[in-house]
Each structure stands twice: as structure tokens, then as C-alpha cells.
């Protein structure tokens, strides 16, 4: 029976306290149709062990695992190859099992690890400093408007066409609780993403513009030239990367001028995990250290002189007074840092480079094969691993059969923007260093034989 600390009568003055009648109008707010009335139906009340593992071995079974079939997913989630030393080393116990360091001379190990992948974030984006990870890409997206906000005094963020969609609606979910208005826009099926049309939205009252790159079509944003015009205006600019793996090959965003860099680190030792756990990558300017969401560990020396590491920067709550805290974030993805940290380390720059160079070789080769494809149209002119190619029919229908035949061929641009009729001819294909030149022909083959 599980342990309820609370009386009958301590729950009733908490009730009263608060003005509620009974714990059911703390739920007001969820509809009556969503609430459950009874047990839910067609579970069964109970069941032995080796039945639940029959039943849950079965539905398993139902999946498709990515390297089992030619893959070709991205929008946000990719797969690379992930060394075996990686979770060897996260499964050992001091890290599996490691909790936030509140106490350093207990987790050095951790808050070592902690720095360590801070510095490698920092050079990764091209920024002054990064914190000690976030959630995942949307909700650092989100903080980053939110730290613009109180940086700027000003309530008015305007958000590229070619921001993921998810992204986008994280954003606008939190902006309801903070008065944030959010100029957003659908992308354009152009070959370049239209950066004048989105300066042009900038004005005196813009907090900042959040920029994908490279952005949810796989093109290459002029971020040099947006970060000019904002920070004219007194904007920050933001920089969201959800593939790391493309800085392997272009420019950092923060070496090109944008304030704040967050992004998606699943794709660098963080396996595709079917949605999660992912992590949150977040960097910024050293002068905007203070308004930072999360925290940040620092190296010092103890008494003896030696080498020591420290929670040198926390800005949230449970730290500090509430209302001086920067986010409710409360805690990192420390265990997905770490992979991520580890896989870095194996890789170093010279190996990061090298995996980008040939992700973007085997996305050149898909690209061309389907340009060979009748009435399929490669999209982009430029790309690093992933473009899109606009078919002659609905792509969701052809990626559903494509799946029928074995091959995961793209995410329709359909599913991430239901209803927006001109987009749902296009599809987003990624490739990786994972991706043969069989897959790559058996793409081919698939798309045309659903297109005949």
C-alpha cells in the first residue's frame, strides 16, 4: 500500500487554505470527457509476471528499430553511430546512479564531468560559456526567449519559418503564462529560406529572433546578416541547432554573431530512444551569464591547492529567492550530458569533422538518386545531411508505403504541418554516416515504385 503521509483532516485545512471544496476542483481545468471515471477499460485488473512480459515482448515486437531497415528520419531526431564505450562507460555506477552535486566533495567525478561538457557545448556552438545541459532542444529554445525577454525589457519575439514546428509550439505554450507575443510563420517551399522577409518583421519592440540553422527544411540560414539587423534594433539574435553533428562542417553559430546558441545534442552519443530521454544544449554571451537558465560549474582549487570543481552558478529556485530565479528548471539531463561528452571526447574535432563530411557525402548521393526518381524535385541548394524533395503526391501517403515495403523514407512535412495543404507534397530526408549506398538505392527503388 503506498505510504500517505497526509490526514484526512490535514488535507481538508490544506483545502481550506487554498479555497477549494475537495481535491477535485484542483482539476477544474481538464475537461470532464478527459477525466477518468473507473478503471480504464480492456485492462486486465491483474496478471502474472511472465504474462506481462508475453504480452509487453509483443508490442515490442510491433516496432521497427532504426538500423534494422534503410533509415532516412530526421526533423530534429537522427541517427549516428553511437561507439559501444559509450554506454559501457554510463552504466557504471557513479554516473548511472548520480544525483545533482549539492555536495562537491562528494561528486567530483560528476561536476567534472559537468565542466567538461560545458566547455565542449562552448566550442561546439561558438559561445562564451554554456551551462550544465537543459531538458532537450524545444524547452532551451523556450528559456532562450524567455532570458531575451528580461535582457531586452521587451515581450515581442519573432521566430523564423523554418524553426521546427515543435519548437515553435513550445514556445507559444509558454508564452501564454508570460504575456510573450510571438510572431510566427509557416516555411516556404523555396530553395533558400527567405531571410529578408524575416528581417524585415524585426522592429524596435522585437526581444529577438529565433533562427533554426540549419533549419527545418535542411537549408542554410544567412545568420551573419540577421544577427547585423537585430542587434542594430537592440534584438538578440538566437541560434537553434537541432542537428550538432552539421557544426562538424559549417560555422558555429556564435562565431557568426548570434547572442544565444540552444539546441538538441541527441544526435552526438544520445540514441534515438523512440523520443526521449534527448538533451538541451544552451550557450550565450559571457555578459548575459547572469539571466542563464540552469547552472554552471566552475574549477577552482581547495585549500591545498589542488584541482577541485564547483556549482558555481545556479539561477534557479530551489537555489536562490523565487523571485530572483531565471527559470523553473530544476534539474539537467546529466546521465544523456554525459554520453554526449564521452562520444565528443572519442570523437575530438578532427573526428566530429570527419563524421559531418560524410553525412553530407551520403545525403549529396541520396539527393542525387532521387533527383533520378520521375516527378521528384530536390528542393535545397544548399545542405549539409539533410534536404527536402517535394514528390508529386501527398508524402504521407508514399511514406506510409514506403514503410509497408521496408524502407522509413522521411518525415512528411503533412505531419509536422497538418493543414497547411502546400507543404504536403514535401518530404525531409536525412542521411548519416550510418546510411550505405544499398539503403540509398533502396530508397530509390521504394519511392519509385510508389510513384508509378
Not at 17 to 22: E, L, M, R
Not at 126 to 148: F, H, Q, R
Not at 240 to 253: C, S, Y
Not at 398 to 410: Q, S
Request: some cysteine; overall charge neutral; proline content about 5%.
Amino acid at each position: 500500500m503506498r505510504y500517505l503521509p497526509l490526514t484526512p483532516a490535514d488535507r481538508s485545512a490544506m483545502l481550506g487554505v487554498i479555497g477549494a471544496g475537495s481535491v477535485d476542483d484542483l482539476f477544474a481545468d481538464v475537461p470532464a470527457a478527459a477525466r477518468l471515471s473507473g478503471p480504464i477499460a480492456g485492462l486486465p485488473r491483474h496478471a502474472s509476471e511472465m504474462a506481462v512480459e508475453r504480452h509487453m515482448a509483443a508490442l515490442a515486437g510491433k516496432n521497427v528499430s532504426a538500423g534494422s531497415v534503410p533509415f532516412f528520419l530526421g526533423a530534429g531526431a537522427y541517427r549516428h553511430h553511437i561507439p559501444a564505450s559509450v554506454d559501457h562507460l554510463i552504466q557504471r555506477g557513479e554516473f548511472l546512479t548520480a544525483y545533482t552535486p549539492y555536495q562537491p566533495e562528494i561528486a567530483q567525478g560528476t561536476l567534472q564531468v559537468l565542466f567538461e561538457f560545458q566547455t565542449q557545448v562552448a566550442r561546439l556552438l561558438g559561445t562564451e560559456v554554456a551551462n550544465a545541459s537543459m531538458y532537450d532542444g524545444s524547452t532551451a529554445c523556450w528559456e532562450a526567449v524567455a532570458m531575451a525577454a528580461r535582457i531586452t525589457r521587451r515581450k515581442r519575439a519573432v521566430l523564423s519559418g523554418g524553426l521546427h514546428p515543435h519548437y515553435v509550439a513550445t514556445v507559444q505554450t509558454m508564452a501564454r503564462f508570460t504575456g510573450d507575443e510571438i510572431d510566427s510563420r509557416l516555411p516556404q517551399l523555396a530553395a533558400a529560406p527567405d531571410d529578408d522577409a524575416l528581417i524585415a518583421a524585426i522592429d524596435a519592440e522585437t526581444s529577438c529572433v529565433v533562427v533554426q540553422y540549419p533549419d527545418v527544411l535542411g537549408r542554410i540560414p544567412d545568420l551573419a546578416k540577421i544577427a547585423a539587423v537585430a542587434q542594430a534594433q537592440g534584438a538578440l539574435l538566437i541560434a537553434v541547432v537541432t542537428e550538432p553533428v552539421a557544426l562538424g562542417l559549417i560555422e558555429a553559430p556564435g562565431k557568426l554573431g548570434a547572442d544565444i546558441v540552444v539546441g538538441e545534442g541527441q544526435a552526438i552519443g544520445v540514441g534515438l530512444q523512440f523520443g526521449g530521454p534527448y538533451l538541451g544544449l544552451f550557450g550565450c554571451r559571457d555578459k548575459f551569464v547572469r539571466q542563464m537558465p540552469g547552472r554552471l560549474c566552475g574549477q577552482t582549487v581547495d585549500a591545498a591547492g589542488k584541482r577541485g570543481f564547483v556549482l558555481t552558478l545556479s539561477t534557479r529556485e530551489q537555489h536562490i529567492r523565487r523571485e530572483k530565479a531565471t527559470s523553473n528548471i530544476c534539474t539537467n539531463a546529466g546521465l544523456c550530458a554525459l554520453a554526449f561528452s564521452i562520444q565528443m571526447t572519442l570523437l575530438g574535432g578532427e573526428g566530429l569533422g570527419r563524421m559531418a563530411r560524410i553525412s553530407h557525402a551520403r545525403a549529396r548521393q541520396t539527393a542525387e538518386r532521387l533527383a533520378q526518381v520521375p516527378g521528384v524535385r530536390v528542393l535545397n541548394s544548399a545542405y549539409v545531411n539533410e534536404f527536402t524533395v517535394l514528390l508529386p503526391t501527398d508524402a504521407r501517403e508514399a511514406v506510409r508505403r514506403m514503410a509497408d515495403g521496408g524502407v522509413l523514407g522521411g518525415v512528411s512535412l503533412g505531419r509536422l504541418y497538418p493543414g497547411a495543404g502546400d507543404l504536403s507534397n514535401g518530404l525531409l530526408v536525412a542521411a548519416s554516416e550510418c546510411t550505405t549506398l544499398e539503403d540509398i538505392e533502396a530508397l530509390g527503388v521504394a519511392l519509385e515504385g510508389v510513384l508509378a
